[in-house]
């Protein structure tokens, strides 16, 4: 229970500063508008195919985690709190603090880029619902498990944002070839038990993800 | 004198198994022991398994030395065990790119292009990128506790995730590559269906490789050593 209580208070510090600074609210908002609007000029008026089309969407996706959720670490190098917060908590409380507000941030992310996605592009038209929202939320929730622990990690190194893609992408491969060949099937209307090779691929990684994390961050956190 | 005997073996060892490999006339159907079978589909072009297998062999084997080595270093904290690490995964790259690059010249001759994204290639592709971000993320940490648990870390974490590549990807796309899912008659070279002397041939390059590895591996841990002991003596002043 006690774990339970810390982990929560160290999330709502997170989100407080949070609330505080605005970073996610300005910065990430516009990121997602620039990305897509880039995508939509460099569409223009042609016709694009569903399987291109599911592709961007993970594309945007990823790149606007990257560059909102090392934040999470990173926030505490700059201002010089991690030494505090060692002291105040255990690692893993720490982590799952840390977890639980990327999977906010990036879940609030990613409805405000498939929210836009879907009304600014009208060939982007999704058939069977019911897998589409799945590995929404399956892909977030393991993109999540994945970037946070590697913010973690670039949070100690320098030149900390261009690290940052670099080392996530090798990692984050197997999610997103996954979440894009189950994006174009929800696309092209396939029924909900042809993806359900895929769900388990995204579950089973969000699962080994969080287990390695928990293990490593001891490791990661301590100076 | 040791030392000496195994350099000039091994170099005997590899010469011996390059000029057999190359040489060897290849007919449909082998009489004598001196001559490798045809492999439908693969042709001549069927020799590079004895010399692109053994790079891509030692590439994955020298990422998991490294992560070994990483787990340990986590365990003991002694430095000696990050320049383990670090010496695999500096050699696992160079096996990695020279694996590549075998097997996409290969790829040109039997498949019409250097690069096709067949599973095969795009793993080893991964583990290309897997090793740049390894030396990305050391050069960018400059003390070097926290550069060995970080890079550490970050090779267990990929190595958790590789096994996903691995069987994913098979199943996502068709491969090209001999020895995949999809491949029907071209391909011997995961059910080692070689004849004999193909396969001593192989086996004796496979082992050949793994001992120059070792060797140049070993080279690199006692340099490192060195260039740890110096550190340690600089900083005494």
């Known amino acids: ?223 | 004198m040791k030392g000496k005997f195994w350099k000039i073996f091994l170099g005997v060892w590899l010469s011996i198994v390059i000029i057999v490999g190359m040489s060897l006339p290849m007919v449909p159907s082998p009489q004598s022991f001196f001559e490798f079978p045809i492999i439908p589909g693969l042709d001549e072009k069927a020799r590079i398994i004895f010399f692109h297998v053994p790079t891509a062999w030692i590439a994955v084997i020298a990422f998991l030395m490294s992560m070994i080595n990483g787990i340990q270093y986590l365990r003991k904290n002694d430095l000696i065990y990050d320049v383990r690490s670090s010496s695999a995964a500096g050699l696992g790259l160079v096996f990695c790119i020279l694996a590549t690059i075998t097997g996409a010249i290969w790829a040109k001759f039997n498949w019409g292009a250097y690069w096709n994204w067949d599973p095969r290639q795009t793993s080893i592709f991964v583990l290309m990128l897997i090793y740049g971000a390894y030396f990305a993320l050391r050069s960018a940490i400059d003390i070097d506790e926290k550069r060995a648990s970080l890079s550490a870390a970050y090779s267990i974490i990929a190595f958790v995730t590789v096994p996903f590549l691995v069987f994913i990807m098979p199943r996502m796309m068709t491969g090209l590559h001999p020895g995949s899912a999809s491949d029907d008659g071209a391909g011997p070279v995961v059910d080692f269906s070689m004849d004999t002397t193909m396969y001593i041939v192989f086996i004796a390059s496979l082992l050949g490789f793994t001992l120059l590895y070792l060797w140049m591996y070993e080279l690199k841990v006692r340099l490192g050593k060195i260039e740890l002991y110096y550190e340690s003596l600089r900083s005494h002043d």
């Open chain 1, 1 to 223: 229970m006690l774990y339970i209580q810390q982990t929560a208070a160290v999330f709502i510090k997170d989100f407080k500063s949070e609330l505080r600074t605005r970073y996610a609210i300005n910065a990430l908002v516009m990121f997602v508008i620039t990305t897509l609007s880039i995508i939509l000029f460099s569409i223009g008026g042609e016709r694009v195919s569903p399987d291109v089309l599911a592709g961007m969407l993970w594309v945007v996706i990823f790149f606007s985690a990257m560059s909102g959720l090392s934040r999470s670490f990173v926030s505490e190098e700059e201002r010089g709190t991690t030494m505090t917060l060692q002291l105040l908590a255990q690692p893993a409380i720490i982590y799952f603090g840390k977890l639980v507000f990327n999977l906010v941030l990036i879940f609030s992310i990613n409805t405000l880029v498939v929210t836009l996605y879907l009304l600014l592009i009208p060939l982007f038209t999704v058939q069977t619902t019911s897998i589409f929202l799945l590995t929404l939320f399956l892909g977030s929730f393991g993109l999540a498990c994945a970037s946070t622990i590697i913010a973690a990690i670039i949070a100690k190194a320098n030149s900390k944002g261009t690290l940052y893609p670099v080392l996530s992408f090798p990692i984050l491969l197997p999610l997103l070839m996954t979440v894009m060949n189950a994006t174009k099937l929800s696309l092209d209307g396939a029924p909900l038990s042809e993806a359900a090779g895929e769900f388990r691929v995204l579950v089973s990684y969000s699962v080994v993800l969080i287990a390695v994390s928990w293990v490593l961050f001891d490791y990661v956190w301590k100076d």
